[in-house]
């Protein structure tokens, strides 16, 4: 069974020296400044964070700009480890963000997939499965065995999303709803994306868009100053 567990979860930045802060540090958005005395001093982005999730949620975070909905994602797909708490997760977990992440501009746009492919944790085997489900479903043609470099913005997001939503996660982390090429692979891509949504077990999608919130979402969460304010359901 799919399930997310945070407790209590704390994620502090050290500050660099030389920075200096006003006398009482505070800021619209961002996390929060510590700087009492001669202690150390730090950005708190997350702080106290605690929620459970099982399967069949779907979590939207919302919040203003530096809320800390982005970096919570981060926690939980493991690319920051928490300062304090713990998160626990069961299932396969995978994140839609950055989804260039690892292209080169001078490999093939068949070589990427295999590259992006190791950076996912793939096996060779299942690279070599998924490879021409999508190059068909970019509708790239010979432009696959063309380096990137060749490519229009529109063909590299056209592969960049055909490799992103190419698997089955148990656990969907979504920074934002993402689209991707001209309007009539708009289309095709929003099909992909609302199958992956309605097959994934656990979805949490960060979002500014509330209409999206709450066509996707059976919970949200309001962050501020990385904490929570409050979390209900929709």
């Known amino acids: 069974m799919v399930s997310v567990r945070a407790r209590n979860v704390v994620l502090r ?30 950005v708190t982005a997350l702080e106290d964070v605690s929620f459970e999730l099982k399967a069949g949620d779907r979590l939207g975070l919302v919040g203003s700009n530096g809320a800390g909905k982005t970096t919570l994602l981060k926690v939980l797909y493991g690319i920051y480890e928490p300062t304090g708490g713990r998160v626990e997760t069961r299932g396969r977990i995978y994140a839609l963000f950055n989804i260039d992440l690892g292209f080169r501009q001078e490999a093939t746009g068949r070589r990427n997939i295999i590259l992006r492919g190791l950076i996912n944790g793939w096996s060779s085997r299942e690279i070599e ?46 920074d934002e709803w993402i689209g991707a090429g001209d309007k009539n692979f708009q289309g095709k891509a929003k099909g992909r994306l609302e199958e992956m949504v309605t097959k994934a077990g656990i979805i949490v999608l960060a979002s500014h868009d509330d209409t999206l919130i709450k066509r996707v979402c059976n919970k949200v969460m309001t962050l501020a100053h990385g904490r929570i304010e409050s979390l209900e359901g929709i």
């Open 129 to 174: 499965r998924r490879v021409d489900e999508i190059v068909a479903f970019s509708e790239l043609g010979d432009f696959i065995d063309m380096p990137l470099k060749t490519y229009s913005a529109g063909m590299s997001t056209r592969l960049a999303f055909a490799i992103a939503t190419s698997f089955e996660p148990e656990i969907l982390l979504m």
């Open 13 to 42: 930045y050290p500050l660099p020296r030389g920075v200096r802060l006003a006398a009482e540090p505070g800021a619209a958005v961002g996390g929060r400044f510590s700087a009492a005395g001669r202690g150390p001093r730090y």
